[in-house]
């Protein structure tokens, strides 16, 4: 149940941004649809396009910083870390919950380069190379090598670029001739031509948006906390030290 309920969510918030942001009927300033509203359209030489008047397009490069991950090796000491790898990207969708993350051991020094901030955009440059993923509340949290970490110049524009790349994932905008890459790199994503809105645009797409990820945040803890209980107490039953009791009434 919690599991269809986050596949809703998820597909709400997906349709949410194809609205707004692809067939660019936001709310104009009455409310209404913007471009089935007649809202002023341009043409766009980069995308081959129109996009609303109002709205420019830059190089993904502008508006984040990008780092490649932590390599490490099992013998160095220091302190633990959680870190996230590409079989945690490749086992969710977009929201990552941390509890199924590996636990390292290595010096502060060499972490504190790594260490995640709630704003980061979790980006997989192999294995399921262009997949994209949040951490919501990162906890002495690394990235490792095979992960590139994009971090936005403005925090208030994470959301909305996180929909942008998910756009992209499997998509020509990450293959070389004809063919999927086998590695995204930075230089691959700085490249990219993001389409970026009014501020006002973003800041209320980021009231709906963030009440979702909230939900499914909820949904993923309840979900976890239910799969404990099951496996805790499902060798109880069979093996005869507990049991399920029915009470009927007489009703």
Not at 80 to 92: A, E, G, L, P
Request: with cysteine.
């Amino acid at each position: 149940m919690k599991r269809h309920t986050n596949d809703n969510l998820e597909a709400m918030a997906k349709q949410l941004y194809d609205y707004w942001f692809v067939q660019f009927d936001f709310p104009n300033e009455e409310g209404k649809p913007y471009k089935s509203s007649g809202g002023a359209m341009v043409w766009n030489d980069k995308l081959k396009r129109e996009i609303p008047s109002c709205f420019e397009v830059v190089n993904l490069g502008n508006l984040c910083d990008f780092r490649n991950g932590i390599n490490y090796s099992k013998d160095e000491t220091g302190n633990n870390y959680q870190i996230v790898n590409v079989r945690n990207i490749s086992s969710s969708r977009i929201l990552l919950d941390g509890e199924d993350f590996d636990v390292i051991t290595v010096p502060t020094s060499k972490a504190e380069n790594y260490v995640l901030k709630p704003d980061d955009i979790i980006i997989a440059r192999s294995g399921c190379p262009g997949s994209t993923r949040l951490l919501l509340s990162p906890a002495n949290t690394l990235f490792c090598g095979f992960i590139i970490c994009c971090s936005p110049n403005d925090s208030s524009m994470r959301n909305y670029l996180v929909y942008c790349l998910k756009q992209l994932e499997g998509t020509n905008a990450t293959t070389s001739g004809g063919s999927i890459l086998q590695n995204v790199s930075q230089d691959t994503l700085k490249g990219l031509h993001i389409i970026v809105p009014e501020k006002q645009i973003i800041d209320n797409f980021n009231k709906t948006i963030e009440l979702i990820f909230a939900r499914m945040l909820n949904c993923l803890k309840e979900s976890k906390a239910l799969t404990k209980q099951r496996d805790e107490l499902l060798p109880l039953l069979m093996n005869g030290q507990a049991s399920v009791n029915y009470h009927l009434s007489d009703d």
